[in-house]
């Protein structure tokens, strides 16, 4: 378990934390991070220490809820804190950390490469009053990431304070800016990097369907990956899934973030109306992450509809160039078969050139049908 004391522009990290001896600090909050297993094996003394530091419990449920990998994004509260669940789209960092992650392995997902690395891992959010507890999967990759980031804020700011003296900003502007002023409102830049996460994938993932669109569209192409082109559509449509119940669960949460009062609230009215602006702009990335996975979906399905059309309109020219030369060789077959009955006076079949005369019918009849059916634009080739 990581304890993160944040204070204004201060931000202390302790690795090896006694959660005994855990206590509130006189100003700012605490970021208490642990990982399912730790949750699990520890549950009993992370609740005393909740205990001793908001005086209140997690419910029974809630801790189930927290410790459920299958759960989808959902949010719930109690008089003394609110419950986020939050199914992550991240890529995995790598099979090793993945198989740890996971001890039970999902489904594995098909299509390509960068849906099959993509990470639906759940992470949970307790909000107090002056206490975060954040559940994370065992690998922690979204974790350490913010974190990094987090402590770079943190000296950011500090750093600007000493070059820029006489202009300190208070602990709210600067945690509007930087680090955080509450619980909520780091959970909230949390689930934002989470968010952000599958947007910086979506190049990678564009440019490998785009290959396939144009497999798909070339009508001399024999596509075969027609179980991998299935399985990423049923990909894309799970992660739809996921998505919406990621906008779900923050709609809640906003419209929940409405109800509070300055008497339920520590945070003033101006903290409040930032929350609710971050909130909406979690909630704007997720849309543009549900715009982006449906507009994927739609250019596969276009993709398909396309490389039926164009092969049918394929099978369609070579169907009209097979029927073009049968009727040209029809009359041909005919003048052969007339020639050919077993009678003993026909024209021309006593005569010592009737051969080159019935010949030359036969190439001006085969060249005369040749010219009709190319004015009538039946021999051409549609433009590639």
Not at 168 to 184: C, E, I, K, N
Request: hydrophobic letters at 40%; proline letters at 4%; a negative charge.
């Amino acid at each position: 378990m990581q304890v993160f004391l944040i204070h204004g522009t201060s931000v202390r990290l302790d690795q090896a934390p006694q959660l005994e001896t855990l206590r509130l600090p006189e100003h700012g909050f605490l970021w208490l991070s642990c990982s399912l297993e730790e949750l699990k094996h520890g549950h009993s003394a992370l609740q005393a220490t909740l205990q001793r530091l908001c005086g209140v419990q997690l419910v029974d449920l809630h801790v189930s809820d927290l410790l459920n990998e299958q759960l989808p994004s959902s949010y719930d509260f109690t008089s003394d804190y609110d419950l986020l669940v939050f199914r992550r789209l991240a890529e995995a960092s790598t099979a090793e950390e993945a198989s740890t992650a996971q001890p039970q392995p999902p489904p594995k997902r098909g299509g390509p490469p960068i849906l099959r690395r993509i990470d639906t891992s759940a992470v949970g959010f307790v909000v107090f009053d002056r206490v975060l507890l954040s559940v994370h999967p065992e690998d922690g990759a979204l974790r350490d990431s913010y974190v990094q980031r987090l402590l770079s804020a943190g000296s950011a700011q500090v750093s600007a304070q000493i070059s820029d003296a006489g202009m300190v900003p208070d602990g709210h502007s600067a945690g509007a800016r930087g680090v955080p002023g509450s619980p909520a409102d780091l959970m909230l830049r949390i689930v934002s990097h989470m968010v952000d996460g599958f947007l910086a994938l979506r190049r990678e993932l564009s440019r490998q369907l785009e290959r396939w669109q144009t497999e798909l569209i070339n009508p001399r192409a024999r596509f075969a990956n027609w179980s991998t082109l299935l399985d990423a559509r049923k990909a894309l449509h799970q992660l739809d899934d996921i998505c919406d119940d990621q906008r779900d669960a923050m709609q809640d949460w906003t419209e929940a973030l409405k109800t509070w009062s300055d008497a339920d609230s520590t945070l003033t009215p101006k903290e409040r109306d930032m929350l609710q602006v971050r909130s909406r702009d979690v909630l704007e990335h997720i849309d543009r992450v549900v715009q982006h996975v449906r507009q994927l979906e739609q250019n596969a399905e276009t993709a398909v509809q396309i490389h039926f059309n164009a092969q049918s309109h394929r099978a369609n020219e070579i169907m009209r160039t097979l029927t073009v030369l049968t009727a040209i060789f029809l009359p041909l077959n005919l003048i052969a078969g007339i020639f050919g009955m077993n009678f003993d006076s026909i024209p021309l079949l006593n005569r010592a050139n009737g051969f080159w005369l019935t010949l030359g019918a036969m190439g001006l009849i085969a060249g005369g049908l040749a010219l009709f059916f190319w004015r009538k634009r039946y021999l051409e080739r549609s433009a590639r």
